[in-house]
């Protein structure tokens, strides 16, 4: 198969299945960027990177862009020697979710949850940020997401032991689930069938797995 190389940096995650053909791949990469490709065509269609905070357009391989939208809740990091910059979480917006086409997630180290709109398939290849969503009750990285499946949320964890899901047309957060006394290390999350329920599972520092229900509000 073919190989794609981040620029030298490692990668520490990675999801499949976007994009109109499923053929999308995204990596998230310990340089601060997530690289998006092409399976089957090896080709990487777009560089997202997560850590620029005045981006206007995201684009690199291909056209044009239209200005991001920006909730205004940004991480102040500054930019010292040795600080980590890396994405620690993607994933892709499942395609059925009204007017979220082509949207798929980063999370980093920063504890900044980015969206993008994959301009992709059919058109200029490149990428537009839409979102940024931010807690402002502690500066936390994050550790994974997963999208829900019906509904433009995306559910991450955090190194402080929190789980936050949002609603990432907005950049507004709709639930916290708290209970982990550390880190959480990983997590899944199921779907009650004929309902939103999510069921969430964690895994943390704390020598602990966990089992949260949301059912996000109608």
């Known amino acids: 198969g073919g190989e794609e190389e981040g620029q030298g940096a490692g990668l520490t995650c990675l999801a499949v299945g976007g994009g109109l053909d499923g053929q999308l791949a995204i990596a998230g990469g310990e340089d601060g960027n997530a690289y998006v490709v092409h399976i089957s065509g090896k080709k990487l269609v777009a560089t997202l990177p997560h850590f620029e905070e005045n981006i206007s357009n995201a684009t690199v391989a291909g056209g044009g862009g239209a200005p991001q939208t920006n909730n205004d809740m940004q991480y102040d990091g500054d930019d010292e020697e040795g600080e980590a910059r890396s994405v620690e979480a993607v994933g892709f917006c499942p395609p059925d979710i009204p007017g979220t086409a082509h949207w798929c997630a980063t999370?980093?180290?920063?504890?900044?949850?980015?969206i993008w709109n994959l301009n992709v398939g059919g058109g200029a290849s490149g990428a537009q940020l839409r979102q940024r969503c931010l807690r402002d009750d502690v500066k936390a990285g994050i550790t994974r997401l997963q999208w829900h499946n019906s509904l433009p949320l995306v559910i991450?964890?955090?190194?402080?032991?929190?789980i936050c899901i949002w609603d990432v047309r907005v950049g507004k957060a709709v639930g916290m689930l708290t209970g982990h006394e550390d880190m959480i290390n990983d997590m899944d999350v199921c779907f009650v069938e004929g309902s939103n329920v999510a069921v969430v599972v964690t895994g943390s520092d704390d020598k602990s797995v966990k089992m949260f229900e949301f059912n996000p509000s109608p």
């Open 156 to 162: 991450a964890s955090y190194t402080d032991g929190v």
């Open 107 to 114: 999370g980093g180290v920063d504890g900044t949850l980015k």
